[in-house]
């Protein structure tokens, strides 16, 4: 880890307290010159900006480093490279680690934020009474090279989004212009190995916790290319094969952030969080019931996924009565999952 001083100041002060930005950014050489130079460009002060990378194998920690040493604006500066590949949720980590402000704000490598958008978050943060523990989510432009832009709110309706034992609404938040308080991670630690979906992690820690603050002006230019965490979706070219390792992996991750779940929902209630207190201990429990069903639901789909077709049957007949996030969207899958030769087939001849 290297400290870049240039100008400005680390105090606090009660008007103006100390914020951080982070970029995350891993083999995105071509993209994170433009997210460093809109960090840069912040508007905010006092402001921490890391520059952190997850040991990427192309230029990405090279550009960091050069832009950081010639920047000489009142930003201050800490640049990070991580000794081995840690993925989302360990790179996460690593950055809260390294992060002094009282709200983090986050960007991906190949994302572009617009220079208000740390101060719009912390006037959304102070506009709420500086909640301890909060997630802020703002509206965000998606684009991608050749094609028009297209405005997608923080917080959008869609039933069935998440697991009702977790939210009495559903809705699908945008994580891609996501800020939350530093002390969240103070009070819940660190996320497990293997976490992917650090949104919806931090998303239920703040619902359970404290609270969920969204902002409808965009505030971050989110890229779509190929190379997206997210962008490895059911594309029109993928195999049988590949259809399946698909929803092998959703089912990995799946049990990773239903694990952290877990672990969130028993320090909410070791901590006596008052949320969880209004929550109810009839409703926890159910909670936690589910939350272990749908873990078993995950491990067993490991199996049965890859397995021959009456496999695959079986578990489509255990997803027919659940509740859970994971049968929900098994079943909404359920030719996928069932016969994924008959799926690709059907895709070649619906394109003819």
């Not at 931090?202 to 505030?219: C, H, K, Q």
Request: a positive charge; charged letters at 25%; aromatic letters at 10%.
């Amino acid at each position: 880890m290297w400290l870049y001083e240039r100008g400005g100041t680390s105090k606090m002060s009660a008007e103006r307290p100390l914020m951080t930005f982070a970029i995350l950014a891993y083999n995105q050489e071509q993209y994170v010159r433009e997210a460093i130079e809109a960090a840069f460009g912040q508007a905010y002060e006092p402001l921490q900006i890391i520059l952190s990378d997850d040991c990427s194998p192309d230029r990405t920690f090279e550009i960091m480093q050069e832009m950081a040493a010639a920047y000489m604006g009142p930003h201050r500066v800490c640049l990070n490279r991580n000794p081995t590949n840690r993925h989302i949720g360990g790179h996460v980590n690593s950055v809260m680690q390294l992060a002094e402000g009282w709200l983090l704000v986050v960007a991906a490598g190949d994302d572009v934020s617009l220079p208000q958008r740390v101060d719009c978050n912390f006037r959304a943060w102070d506009n709420a009474g500086r909640p301890e523990y909060c997630s802020i989510l703002s509206a965000v432009e998606q684009w991608c090279t050749g094609s028009e832009s297209r405005f997608t709110p923080a917080k959008t309706a869609q039933r069935g989004a998440y697991a009702p034992y977790l939210f009495d609404d559903d809705f699908v938040y945008n994580g891609s212009g996501h800020a939350w308080t530093t002390n969240t991670f103070k009070l819940f630690g660190d996320f497990p190995t293997g976490l992917v979906n650090e949104d919806t992690a931090l998303i239920v820690r703040n619902t359970i916790a404290g609270s969920i603050l969204t902002i409808d002006e965009p505030l971050v230019r989110h890229r779509h290319h190929d190379a997206n965490t997210g962008a490895a979706g059911l594309r029109e070219e993928m195999s049988a094969g590949a259809v399946r390792q698909y929803y092998l992996t959703l089912l990995k991750r799946r049990k990773v952030v239903v694990r952290c779940f877990q672990k969130d929902f028993e320090t909410a209630r070791s901590k006596s969080l008052p949320n969880l207190e209004r929550f109810g201990a009839k409703r926890f429990r159910y909670a936690m019931h589910a939350l272990a069903k749908e873990e078993k639901l995950c491990a067993v789909g490991q199996k049965l996924i890859e397995g021959r077709f009456f496999e695959r049957a079986l578990l489509l007949m255990k997803c027919l009565s659940g509740t859970t996030a994971t049968a929900r969207f098994l079943r909404h899958s359920w030719l996928q999952v069932l016969s994924p030769h008959l799926y690709v087939a059907l895709r070649c001849w619906l394109r003819k």
